[in-house]
Nanobody, 123 residues
Framework: QMQLVESGGGLVQAGGSLRLSCAAS????????MGWFRQAPGKEREFVAA????????SYADSVKGRFTISRDNAKNTVYLQMNSLRPEDTAVYYCAAGLIDGSSSRASYDYWGQGTQVTVSA
């Protein structure tokens, strides 16, 4: 089993920045592709960003492209999501996930999930 723990969420004004972290334990995270998803109240959980096992390839949802950056430090078993130019519509619970398919935007591709961290962006 792999455990994923997100941190770094909070309340920020529109235009501000936050950096989310996802710490992995239980299995070697470098063996897994990692992704970030988010879920706003009353909405489906949606893909945000993904990074390949070695970090050489990333992908983003169109809604965050150019504002968010996903990265990973395999020595620390940690994945990050740097979020800049935040907007009220970015408000959601953000989830970290691990799977075996590099670059996937599908929830079904991810086998392990964290509990989520709340991000709230005020107008």
């Amino acid at each position: 089993q792999m455990q994923l723990v997100e941190s770094g969420g909070g309340l920020v004004q529109a235009g501000g920045s936050l950096r989310l972290s996802c710490a992995a334990s239980g299995r070697t995270s470098s063996h897994y592709a990692m992704g970030w998803f988010r879920q706003a109240p009353g909405k489906e959980r949606e893909f945000v960003a993904a990074i390949s096992r070695r970090g050489g390839s990333t992908s983003y949802a169109d809604s965050v492209k150019g504002r968010f950056t996903i990265s990973r430090d395999n020595a620390k078993n940690t994945v990050y999501l740097q979020m800049n130019s935040l907007r009220p519509e970015d408000t959601a619970v953000y989830y970290c996930a691990a799977g075996l398919i590099d670059g996937s935007s599908s929830r079904a591709s991810y086998d392990y999930w964290g509990q989520g961290t709340q991000v709230t962006v005020s107008a």
